[in-house]
Structure formats: C-alpha cells, structure tokens
Nanobody, 113 residues
C-alpha cells in the first residue's frame, strides 16, 4: 500500500501564500488521480482541488483563482500552491489518492487575520 506524505503547512497571515507537497512512497502507482481535501474543526472534510482521471483539474468554488494544483510525475509528488490565503482557509489539509483510496496524515494550515 502506498503512503502519502504531506508537508508545507504552517502559520501565515491573511493574504500570504503557502505551498503544500504530497509525495507518494511508491512510484509503482500513478499519481494521476491524486488531490487535496481539507477539514476544519467541527466541519466535514471537503474537496479543495484534484486531478481527474481525464487529466483535467477540479477546484472548490471557494479556492478558484487562488489555489493551483500541480504535479511532478518523476517525483511522484502533487503540489497545492495557495495564494491570497484567508482565515477561512484554516484547516488540516489532506492528500488523497483516489485510485488507491488512500489518505495522508494531513498538514495543518492556519491563517491569521
């Protein structure tokens, strides 16, 4: 089973930027259908951004124009560039491999006002 390892979270002021990374432990599995979700306290986990099986991207309305998902197949890594961060973006961000139904441990993002 592949392990997903996230990094890049932290504390940032509103308007700032962070880049999250998620690296799969094995290159045997395509990262084609990986993506990012987040969960804030007392809220359900929600989609942030993903790659679809058709190769396109899908974003939550709340992050469109501010977040960008990208990937480096050679490194088995998916990135989430987050710009113009808002306090409501505060959550634990999780990497997800759809084809393997596998989740990472998550990385905390906290945006101060």
């Amino acid at each position: 089973q592949v392990q997903l390892m996230e990094s890049g979270g932290g504390l940032v002021q509103a308007g700032g930027s962070l880049r999250l990374s998620c690296t799969a432990s094995s290159r045997l599995f395509s990262i084609r259908t990986m993506g990012w979700y987040r969960q804030a306290p007392d809220k359900e986990r929600e989609l942030v951004a993903t790659f679809t099986s058709g190769g396109s991207t899908n974003y939550a309305d709340s992050v469109k124009g501010r977040f960008t998902i990208s990937r480096d197949n050679a490194k088995s890594t998916v990135y989430l560039q987050m710009n113009s961060l808002k306090p409501e973006d505060t959550a634990r961000y999780y990497c997800y491999h759809a084809a393997l139904n596998s989740w990472g441990q998550g990385t905390q993002v906290t945006v101060s006002s």
